[in-house]
């Protein structure tokens, strides 16, 4: 089936610096990838959509300016988080979407903001 | 809006055990539910899915049935394995997103 790869798995930042995520589609070209967020004890919660080439909508609550979402091409969409804080630290998984293809989600990845 | 309750974790079987894990929903209408599993170290992966009421999903020899009067769908299993091991997941879709419940992680033990 389709894969979408995740980088990095796991990854420790000191507060106040940024980090980057990132999620690819690897045999198919996504329109849409979504980028999901789980605190612990928690529903998986939706924190964007992006679509290649357009900005990202960010669902509500979500700071756009602290979760930059970029959607490069077809089968790359980077996550960064800005000035990451301990409050920061949770499971990222992102998801990758096209017609006739479903929906396919990445490993995930766990950020420990130190 | 809409939204998956399901059971807390973690659920701790013997091998070969029945399984159930309880999911209910609230939604508008009847929007295709679906259960996803995460192994260890994997990402998420569709389990099975039923797209309208009263359809039942299975895979792998799990099964859940599309519930409209009790606005369910239990995910069972009749005899779990050690590799049945993992966290299952819950959820509608609406449009093209997906709403999920907690999670439910599962321990078989042999």
């Known amino acids: 089936g389709a894969v979408v790869s995740q980088h990095p798995s796991r990854v420790i930042c000191k507060s106040g610096t940024s980090v980057k995520i990132e999620c690819r589609s690897l045999?198919?070209?996504?329109?849409?990838m979504f980028w999901y967020r789980q605190f612990p004890k928690q529903s998986l919660m939706l924190m964007a959509t992006?679509?290649?080439?357009?900005?990202?909508?960010?669902e509500q609550g979500v700071e756009k300016d602290k979760f930059l979402i970029n959607h490069a091409s077809l089968t790359l969409s980077t996550l960064t988080v800005t000035s990451a804080h301990p409050e920061d630290s949770s499971f990222y998984i992102c998801?990758?979407?096209?017609?006739?293809?479903?929906?396919?989600f990445g490993e995930g990845s766990w950020l420990t903001v130190v | 809006g809409d939204s998956v309750t399901q059971m807390e974790g973690p659920v701790t079987l013997s091998e070969e055990a029945f399984l159930t894990i309880n999911c209910t929903y609230t939604?508008?209408?009847?929007?295709?539910l679906f259960w996803y599993v995460q192994y260890p170290g994997e990402g998420l992966q569709l389990l099975l899915k039923?797209?309208?009421?009263?359809d039942k999903g299975s895979n792998k020899g799990f099964e859940a049935t599309y519930r409209k009067e009790t606005t369910s769908f239990h995910l069972e299993k009749g005899s779990v394995q050690v590799s049945d091991s993992a966290v299952y997941f819950c959820?509608?879709?609406?449009?093209?997103?997906?709403?999920f419940g907690k999670g439910t992680r599962l321990h078989i033990l042999p």
């Open positions: 959820a509608l879709s609406r449009d093209d997103k997906i709403i």
């Open positions: 045999d198919f070209q996504a329109t849409t």
């Open positions: 939604a508008t209408g009847y929007p295709p």
């Open positions: 039923a797209t309208k009421a009263d």
């Open positions: 998801s990758a979407y096209t017609l006739g293809q479903g929906i396919y």
């Open positions: 992006s679509n290649e080439g357009s900005k990202a909508t960010y």
